[in-house]
Every structure is written in C-alpha cells, then in structure tokens.
C-alpha cells in the first residue's frame, strides 16, 4: 500500500510566521502535489512536482513556494503565514509518466490555524 | 464555469435507499474518470475508476457517458457507512500529471 505521510495533523501559527509542511511517500512516486481545501472551495492546487528539483505553480501559488531535493520528500512553505491561510492542507503522490489513468494518493491533511 | 461540475447535495437518504450522483466536465480531452471518497476531516481516497463500459464494484455502478461528457455514481442499498463527500475526478493527457476534482456531493444516510 502507497503511504504518504505529513509532518503535522495540526498547527498553529502566528501571522507573519514562516510555516514549514513536509510530505513523505514511500512508493518512489514521481509526482507530488499540495492542495489546500476550504469550505465551499473544494480541493485547489497550489503547487505541483513532476521529478526532484521541478515544480510547476498550481491554481493559487501566490504566498506559497516549495521544495523537492529528495524524491520521496515535498515541502510547503508559507513564507509570511497570513490568516486567510488557515485551512486544511493535503499533500498527494502518483506514479507519474503522465499517464492519465493514474490516480492520486493523499497523505492524512495538516489543519492550520493561522492567528 | 468549472471544469468538473458535481451538484453539492446534500442528498440525504434513509438505509437501503438507491442514490445516484452525477458529474459533468467540460474537457472533451479528458481520458480517464474516476471516483474518490472523502470522510469528515480525513483525506480522500480512491473509491473506483470509471471505464467506458461501465463498472460495478459491489454495491457501487459507475457509470461514463463521453458524448454528453458525463460520469454518475450509483449507490445501492445505502448503508450508514456510506456517508461521506464523494468527488468526481477527471484526468487528461493535456493536464501533465493533474487532476482535476470536482468540489464533491455530500451524502448523509440516515436509519
């Protein structure tokens, strides 16, 4: 079974803070995704990685930037936290190829709460 | 307009109702459909794939229409567990990688 792990069920932040989430998956995955979710909004993605080192921007980038030095490994960063930040964020893997069939496996989702 | 339209519900029903969900998505490009299942405040997860001639997973049908580019979902004999958000998704070759979700439609199954 592909596991994808997060380093944080929960966290709380202060505005102006800079918030790290990290994202593991075990399964040697080449793509790699964060998403924020909201009420209303459903899932949005805010970056994306097809391979170490390369990131393409997703919907809603803008306050967020990432990292990928290890394949198995994702980071989100919040650079300057802000309270319309606060929500649940889900990290996500699939195999990669950019084959169509191939379906997405999420991580158990970060709430934060940005004060 | 969204490119994967679901209605939000929510659609409540009593135990051993049939439901039926509908999506619609708007990329005549798209090649693969699939259904994912998400519980309050847990992450989603994979529920079935939809192929061309439909599927049947137990008590789930999945079912794709390309020409009106529309996928539906039916569920029988609803049990209390099935209660959840289920999200249409849609994958194509010009997406990279992506998917694109639909925003989900919520189903409470009542006794």
């Known amino acids: 079974d592909v596991k994808v792990t997060q380093s944080s069920r929960y966290l709380v932040k202060r505005t102006g803070e800079k918030v790290f989430l990290e994202c593991v998956q075990d399964m040697d995955h080449e793509n790699m995704f964060w998403y924020r979710q909201d009420p209303g909004l459903g899932l949005r993605l805010i970056y994306f990685?097809?391979?170490?080192?390369?990131?393409e921007k997703g919907d809603i980038p803008e306050g967020y930037s990432v990292s990928r030095e290890k394949k198995e490994r994702f980071s989100l960063i919040l650079e300057s936290a802000s309270t319309n930040q606060t929500s649940m964020y889900l990290c996500?893997?699939?195999?990669?190829?950019?084959?169509?069939?191939?379906?997405?496996?999420f991580g158990p989702g970060t709430r934060l709460l940005v004060l | 307009r969204k490119e994967v339209e679901q209605d939000p519900g929510p659609f409540n029903v009593p135990e051993g109702a049939t439901v039926a969900f509908n999506c619609t998505y708007s990329?005549?490009?798209?090649?693969?459909f699939f259904w994912y299942r998400q519980d309050c405040r847990k992450e989603p997860k994979l529920l079935m794939s939809v192929y061309s001639s439909g599927n049947e997973d137990g008590r789930f049908t999945a079912q794709l229409n390309r020409a009106s580019q529309y996928i539906s979902l039916l569920i029988r004999d609803s049990k209390l567990s099935d209660s959840a958000t289920y999200l249409c998704?849609?994958?194509?070759?010009?997406?990279?990688?992506?998917?694109?979700f639909g925003d989900g439609t919520t189903l409470t199954v009542k006794p």
């Open positions: 990329n005549s490009a798209s090649q693969s």
């Open positions: 998704v849609v994958n194509s070759y010009t997406n990279a990688g992506k998917s694109t």
């Open positions: 990685s097809y391979d170490v080192k390369m990131k």
């Open positions: 996500a893997s699939s195999l990669g190829g950019g084959r169509p069939q191939e379906t997405q496996y």
